[in-house]
């Protein structure tokens, strides 16, 4: 591990050292559950933000997460949960594959409850980060005038650098696909797909300056966990030359 710069898990306002692990390689993605105690070791401290309500048989809390993570908490024949309960003290309930709904967590002591709840998002953040991202945010600078002038670009680097090695229209950004990258997501579910929208939506009328706006809409999506956080603030550019264009023209 490197010790000035650890990896680092940020839930419920809360900031976890993630320890290193051995990672083994089984044939079935289910199977990897026995990742589960490396993880725990960063979920020592619970975190109090949670929302556990008091009922007449105990305490309650619930968890909302794409069905697509559900393996990840339920483990290799159930093994995950079960350690998760009997650690905890708990009793955890996970809606059947391919049903979306809300992991259901009660026990007799509210400290129970919470350890369970911290350490079941320390799962599904970490597996979440091993998804591939499916989406991203971006402003699209697909205006006529910008497209000409970058066309004007085009035509002139061409024109000068057209011997230098590697330098061919190949490597050109569509003009059509001119965009300005805010970052990177991992959507799993519709749910989180509408979040993203109705949260774009409320950006678009709260903010006003651009650089303000990309700022807040990163920051915003940081805080609801849909994207790592790796920076404070965004880097405005727009890619107009890659080599990767030449092995994929539709590529962004």
């Known amino acids: ?5 650890p990896q680092l898990l940020r839930i419920g306002g809360r900031v976890y050292r993630k320890n290193p692990i051995q990672e083994q390689t089984y044939q079935h993605e289910e199977e990897d559950d026995d990742y589960y105690h490396g993880l ?8 109090e933000a949670y929302e556990v309500v008091q009922t007449p048989q105990g305490f309650r809390c619930t968890v909302k ?4 993570l559900y393996k ?3 483990g290799k024949r159930g ?4 350690k998760l309960e009997v650690e905890t003290k ?14 259901v967590i009660t026990g007799q002591h509210r400290s129970g409850v919470i350890s369970a709840r911290t350490r079941i998002d320390v799962l599904l953040l970490t597996f979440r980060r091993k998804q591939p991202f499916t989406h991203f945010l971006a402003f699209f600078l ?8 970058f066309l004007k670009f085009q035509e002139e680097v061409l024109e000068k650098c057209s011997m230098d090695h590697g330098v061919d229209s190949t490597i050109f950004q569509n003009p059509k696909k001119l965009h300005l990258t805010i970052g990177m997501l991992v959507l799993l579910s519709e749910q989180e797909i509408q979040q993203t929208c109705e949260m774009l939506q409320q950006c678009k009328e709260e903010f006003i300056e651009l650089q303000e706006l990309v700022d807040r809409v990163l920051e915003r999506f ?3 966990g849909l994207i790592v956080k790796e920076w404070n603030s965004v880097k405005l550019h727009a890619t107009v030359m890659n080599t990767l264009f030449r092995k994929d023209p539709n590529a962004v």
Request: proline content about 8%.
């Open 1 to 5: 591990m490197e010790v000035l710069r």
């Open 40 to 47: 725990m070791e960063c979920a020592e401290e619970p975190c």
């Open 65 to 68: 997460a794409p069905s697509l």
């Open 72 to 74: 990840h908490i339920v």
């Open 79 to 82: 093994d995950t949960r079960k």
């Open 90 to 103: 708990t009793s955890i309930t996970i809606p059947k594959p391919g049903q979306e709904g809300e992991i």
């Open 142 to 149: 697909n205006e006529v005038e910008v497209q000409e002038r």
């Open 222 to 224: 940081q805080a609801s």
